[in-house]
């Protein structure tokens, strides 16, 4: 298996454009999560989706940033418009729900977002 | 106050030395608590994890949660420089297990 598939693994950009991250989960997991790490806040999570249903976006900081997952295979994390302080790693991971174990999340490589 | 506090190191030990690694929590409903390790540059991978209190051993590696304490430790023994690397504690809630809340991770170099 390939893993979890992070795309693209750098982007800057310039403050005020739309970025777009995506994100291909581990194929028959029927979660998917977003997080963000900076060196100030570490690891946050964002928003996760079961069943490409969104279950808490609590996470997501602001009305800038937005999460789809159209399909099982495929999620997207949009910031518009994009600001210098979003600069940070998102992290996709992705996790298959089975009764009476614990339920692993195995994370994407990462796209490092810089916003000038 | 954070819900999870870790001491980010860096941490620097030689080669084979025992390493302990800790993380203090305030809310008392955490059940589930979880070991990710971190390369630089890499996503995190989960090591170990335990369920309420107690011990939990996988090789080198030790895990224990004192849940009276709110306190949890992560035992490394003859540690290798492979074992270089950010170490993340991780705890979520019985009615909310996939809601992940991060310690800030702490920083292990092992010297050869």
């Known amino acids: 298996d390939a893993g979890v598939i992070q795309s693209p693994r750098h982007e800057v950009t310039e403050m005020g454009q739309e970025v777009t991250l995506r994100c291909k989960p581990i194929s028959g997991h029927d979660y998917l999560f977003w997080y963000r790490q900076t060196m100030m806040r570490g690891l946050e999570l964002l928003i996760y989706f079961n069943n490409n249903v969104p279950i808490d976006d609590s996470g997501m900081p602001e009305d800038r940033f937005s999460a789809k997952m159209p399909n099982a295979s495929f999620s997207t994390l949009k910031i518009q418009p994009s600001e210098p302080r979003d600069s940070a790693v998102y992290f996709c991971a992705s996790s298959l729900a089975r009764a009476g174990v614990y339920n692993e999340q195995f994370f994407g490589p990462g796209t490092r977002l810089t916003v000038l | 106050q954070k819900e999870v506090e870790q001491d980010p190191g860096p941490l620097s030990v030689p080669e084979g030395a025992i390493v302990s690694l800790n993380c203090t929590y305030s809310?008392?409903?955490?059940?589930?608590f979880m070991w990710y390790r971190q390369y630089s540059r890499k996503g995190p991978e989960l090591l170990m994890y335990t369920y309420s209190s107690g011990n939990k051993e996988d090789g080198r590696f030790t895990a224990q949660v004192d849940k009276s304490s709110k306190y949890i430790s992560l035992f490394i023994r003859d540690s290798q420089p492979s074992d270089s690397a950010t170490y993340l504690c991780?705890?979520?809630?019985?009615?909310?297990?996939?809601?992940?809340?991060f310690g800030s991770g702490t920083r292990l170099l092992v010297r050869p």
């Open positions: 809310n008392s409903a955490f059940q589930y």
């Open positions: 991780a705890m979520s809630k019985m009615d909310s297990s996939y809601k992940l809340i």
